[in-house]
Structure formats: C-alpha cells, structure tokens
C-alpha cells in the first residue's frame, strides 16, 4: 500500500516544482482564482459533502465532494472553502473544531489552525463561525461564484441567500454586496477535464489495482461460484493493495444477467457453458478506475460467444484508433458502431445493408449505450463533450487533448427473440478500458488484465 505522497514521488519531471503532496492542491485554487480576475473578481464558496445518516446513530461512509477535494485535499465532513479574489487574494477553510469528547468516538480531527497550516490556508476557522463570518466576508464584493448547477445541495443555496440578505443589511448601501451569481460547477469541470501529473499518477496505480482485481476474479471463477463471490475477490484485492473502496457499485453479471446494464453482484450461480460480466473499479485517494471484462465460466469461449467477442474487441480496438488528439469526442463511438453494426449484419442479427442499419440505428437494439465517458474523480466526470458555445451554430463534438482521460467501452447485448438465433440468446460482451490521451494517441492504462481470447483462457486455464 503506496501513500499519497509515495505516489507523488512517483511522477516525471514536470511534478519537479511540488515540494509536497498539498502543493498541487494549492496551485489549483491558484488558477481558478485567476480565473475569477479574468471575470472580474468576487468570491467562491464551496461545500463539502454532507454526511448521511444510514440508520440509528449510523451515517453512511462518508465521500468528500469532488470539486472540494480538487482544490483543497481535505477529505473530513462539514467543511466549506471560501476563495476571494481581489486586491489580495485569499483562501480560506472553515472544518469543524478539536474536540476530545467526539473525537474518542470518531476519531481525530484536524482542527482550524493544524489544518490551515498542513493544507496551506491562509486562514482557518471552526465551521460554527461559518454563519457568523460570511456576511462580513461577503461585503466588498459584487461577483458570488458557488456551484449553482449542483442541484442536489439546495442548503447551500439557502445558507447563500441568507447570508446575501445579511450582508446587505449591514452595509447599508456604503460597500457592494454580490448582485451577480456565477455558477462555479462549470469552470471547475473545465479545469478537472484536463488531468495533471499528479491525478495521472494516482490514477495509473487505481487502474493498476483494478486491473490486478479483475485478474483474481478471471482465476477464481467457475461453475457453481455465486455473484457475490466473485464480487469479494474484487473487494479484497481494491482494499489489500490500498484503495479506498470502490469507485461505483460493481457489475458481477452471469449468464444473462449479463444483458442487463448494471446488475448488481446478486445470488446468481455462474454456470457452465455461459459467460460472466464484471465491470468494477476501485477509489483511490479520490480517483476512480474502471474496468470491464467478459469471459466464460469455464474457461473457453463457445462459437457464438466467441463471434460475439471477437466482434466487440474489432470494435474496441477501432475505438482505440480514433481516440487522439486529432479526433473529436465522438469519432471512437462512429468507429465503434460501424464495426458493431457490420458484425450483427455478418452473424444474421441484423437485416440489410450496413448503411441502412446505421441511418436506422438499427444497431440499438444490441447496442443501447455510448462508447466511453470521462474518468476522473467520478466515474462518469465532468467536463462537457462539446466545443463551447459558437453562436447560433449547433456545437460540435470537442477535439480530445492531452491528458483527457476517458473510457472506451464497446459492447454487445443480445436477449431471446423470435428473429434471433438462439446461440446467440442471453450473451451480454462489454470491453472496457481506460485511456489516458496523448501527443500521439493514447495510452491504455488498464491492460493488466488481458483481453485477447487466447488470453484470456490461458490465464484462466493457467
């Protein structure tokens, strides 16, 4: 198990300048306060997540917020970062205060004045003084920036409101007060889109442990294993080798459980002669990984699971090659569903010609889903996949650049039917990796775990 600053020591010559595992932190509020002059100045504030209670004096395990961490590293609840950009510019954390009595329970806290000096703020204070020192924090400035579009905290929203409506009270009309509301979401996303050195450190180990977790599962399975087994192999090798948990619920689909898009590990038996989806990634110091895999229980894939396979990797693979910064977002999906499509045409799925069945989507019916999605501190990241805004014109897809990172995840799914041959019923294939964008191309990070069919049955007859 690496630490985070044993991961950051890890990094090429342009993390020279970090002289430590906080300094990246920092230099990302730097930038967006930079940002906030272009726009004129003002000040941002930005909770943490909340915690959620779970049951009678249990609170589910707590997850920091994304945007939170991003700029300050700090993953305890009940913390606000407030950024004023103005004649002098400031960052300030509001945590919750020492406490032995609490801390006996739960554990020890930072503290204002520990954590302003670790995390690097320029000031700290209890969050009990949050209601007390916004208003006066607030005066002097008419630009608010907070994560509007966030809908799903609406007590930030009316902790804003009223600290607006106090702080114009006490000026009085003499000192500007936040008349004009940006929303903060999207230049962060814009900012968490491109990754830097250190998030692809962190997330090349996360995709590393992942990758070794789908291996465990590859040579554990067999016939008469339950989902739920297979699942605990995944648990075990995310947590032994240092991850946090999981970055998302995992997929653990045998047979045809398999055709349903996010099954969750169940009872399920796995059985011989079917197939076994797993699609499953670890957190690891609040990045996520994402993997998925098909392979048959016992070890050898049948003829029409092997049609199937072989179909979905040609797609992958052409995926693959249109995912660079001379492509825009979408050309891997194109590529991906045109090899698709050709293949269901091949095997007697589909009907006519290639061209009619993409003008139709006739292709959807197998294949309902995108071939890939950001990856970052989410699962599914932020960051939108077209170019801003140019006009009246419809915005195009965004061109890929470097250090995107993104999944690519072609896949097939294919359920009993009067119209289908019945080789072919209850076969669900999905392939995904996780690519880093380069100069060139990109850079699988996730191929630990191998793909290939003649691969994959070696390791599993191994």
Request: net charge negative; charged share 20%; aromatic share 8%.
């Amino acid at each position: 198990m690496r630490s985070l600053a044993q991961l950051l020591s890890l990094c090429d010559q342009n993390m020279s300048a970090i002289t430590s595992p906080i300094q990246h932190f920092k230099t990302r509020r730097e930038r967006l306060l930079a940002w906030m002059h272009a726009q004129g100045g003002g000040i941002a504030i930005l909770p943490t997540a909340t915690l959620r209670q779970r049951n009678r004096d249990n609170h589910f395990t707590f997850r920091h917020d994304s945007d939170f961490f991003y700029l300050s590293g700090f993953k305890e609840s009940e913390a606000w970062l407030v950024l004023i950009a103005g004649d002098s510019n400031q960052s300030i954390l509001f945590c919750e205060g020492k406490n032995p009595d609490v801390e006996i329970w739960n554990g020890k806290r930072w503290g204002p004045q520990a954590a302003a000096e670790y995390f690097d703020f320029d000031l700290s204070y209890d969050v009990a003084e949050l209601d007390q020192r916004m208003p006066a924090l607030l005066l002097g400035h008419a630009q608010l920036l907070t994560p509007l579009s966030n809908f799903s905290n609406q007590q930030l929203l009316t902790k804003v409101h009223d600290w607006v409506a106090t702080a114009q009270r006490q000026a009085r009309g003499t000192r500007a007060t936040p008349v004009k509301w940006l929303d903060l979401c999207e230049p962060l996303s814009e900012m968490r889109l491109i990754k830097d050195a250190a998030e692809l450190v962190i997330m090349k180990e996360a995709a590393s442990i992942s990758a070794q977790a789908h291996v465990r599962a590859m040579q554990a399975a067999h016939a008469g294993l339950h989902e739920y087994e297979l699942e605990a192999e995944l648990l075990h090798t995310f947590r032994k080798n240092g991850a946090q948990g999981v970055a998302y619920d995992s997929i653990v689909a045998a047979g045809a459980n398999a055709c349903v898009l996010h099954h969750p590990a169940g009872n399920s038996v796995l059985h011989d002669g079917e197939l076994v989806l797993i699609d499953a990634g670890c957190e690891l110091e609040g990045y996520a990984s994402d993997i998925t895999r098909t392979f048959p229980v016992n070890g050898r894939f049948s003829g029409a699971q092997r049609a199937l396979y072989e179909i979905v990797l040609h797609a992958q693979k052409q995926a693959i090659a249109h995912t660079s910064p001379k492509h825009h977002w979408n050309a891997g999906h194109e590529a991906a569903v045109r090899v698709l499509t050709q293949g269901l045409l091949d095997e007697g799925l589909l009907q006519g010609t290639l061209e009619q069945a993409l003008e139709t989507s006739a292709y959807s019916r197998f294949y309902m889903h995108r071939t890939g999605h950001w990856l970052g501190m989410d699962v599914h990241d932020v960051g939108s996949y077209r170019a801003p805004p140019l006009g009246a014109q419809e915005r195009p897809w965004r061109m890929l650049e470097q250090n995107m990172v993104l999944t690519i995840e072609p896949g097939l799914y294919v359920r009993p039917a009067e119209d289908v041959p019945e080789a072919f019923w209850n076969i669900g294939i999905r392939i995904e990796d996780d690519a880093v964008i380069t100069a060139q191309g990109c850079e699988l990070i996730t191929r630990g775990v191998p793909v290939e069919i003649a691969a994959i049955e070696a390791l599993m007859n191994r």
